[in-house]
T-cell receptor, first 114, second 114 residues
Framework: GDSVTQMEGPVTLSEEAFLTINCTYT??????LFWYVQYPGEGLQLLLKATKADDKGSNKGFEATYRKETTSFHLEKGSVQVSDSAVYFC?????????????FGTGTQLKVEL | DAGVIQSPRHEVTEMGQEVTLRCKPI?????LFWYRQTMMRGLELLIYFNNNVPIDDSGMPEDRFSAKMPNASFSTLKIQPSEPRDSAVYFCASNPTGQNTEAFFGQGTRLTVV
């Protein structure tokens, strides 16, 4: 079945540091890939997405590129801020054969310190 | 639209009592999902509906859990009888049909069973 694997957290960085959160997936066909973010006390919200190979999703300074050859969708940001502290979830969805439901990774907690 | 609305936001109940969580999806969304989030198990999909019909309830932990969607604008998740291990944050999410569509999450119900 479909699955998503994320790097273990927590990840602790100083403000303005470079961020990478690794994500790899297993799925047949051509899934769409997503990053969701969860701020403390809130539900998940979409951060960015990519719908086909080599697409780059971007939002709020975050980027991720859909790499089919390595089945990866790593999240990056060049300079993190304290306000980026949150839990980040990688996810995939397949409409055909996947039931149109999101398959989530376990989440990676990011802590950014001054 | 006000987004996905869940109630109550917080619920504290005694072991053995019945608990009902409620969700109003975004109008026009034909998929509705119930998730449970705990520190130990992360984010788990419990059940999801398409056009008010349950599609996959394989994530429902046991017979004490049940979910209904009597119409397109309302769903409930019921736990009877509740147990301390059911303590978690329960999220409802909805999205329209489509592999690339964004899932919108409610703010969750924090359930504590004492």
């Amino acid at each position: 079945g479909d699955s998503v694997t994320q790097m273990e957290g927590p990840v602790t960085l100083s403000e303005e540091a470079f961020l990478t959160i690794n994500c790899t997936y297993t799925a047949t066909g051509y899934p769409s890939l997503f990053w969701y973010v969860q701020y403390p006390g809130e539900g998940l919200q979409l951060l960015l997405k990519a719908t086909k190979a080599d697409d780059k999703g971007s939002n709020k300074g975050f980027e991720a590129t859909y790499r089919k050859e390595t089945t990866s969708f790593h999240l990056e940001k060049g300079s993190v801020q304290v306000s980026d502290s949150a839990v980040y979830f990688c996810a995939l969805r397949r409409l055909t054969g996947g039931g149109n439901k999101l398959t989530f990774g376990t989440g990676t907690q990011l802590k950014v310190e001054l | 639209d006000a987004g996905v609305i869940q109630s109550p936001r917080h619920e504290v109940t005694e072991m053995g009592q019945e608990v009902t969580l409620r969700c109003k999806p975004i109008s026009g969304h034909d998929y509705l999902f119930w998730y449970r989030q705990t520190m130990m198990r992360g984010l788990e999909l419990l059940i999801y509906f398409n056009n008010n019909v349950p599609i996959d309830d394989s994530g429902m932990p046991e017979d004490r859990f049940s979910a209904k969607m009597p119409n397109a604008s309302f769903s409930t998740l019921k736990i009877q009888p509740s147990e301390p291990r059911d303590s978690a944050v329960y999220f409802c999410a909805s999205n329209p049909t489509g592999q690339n569509t964004e899932a919108f999450f409610g703010q969750g119900t924090r359930l504590t069973v004492v």
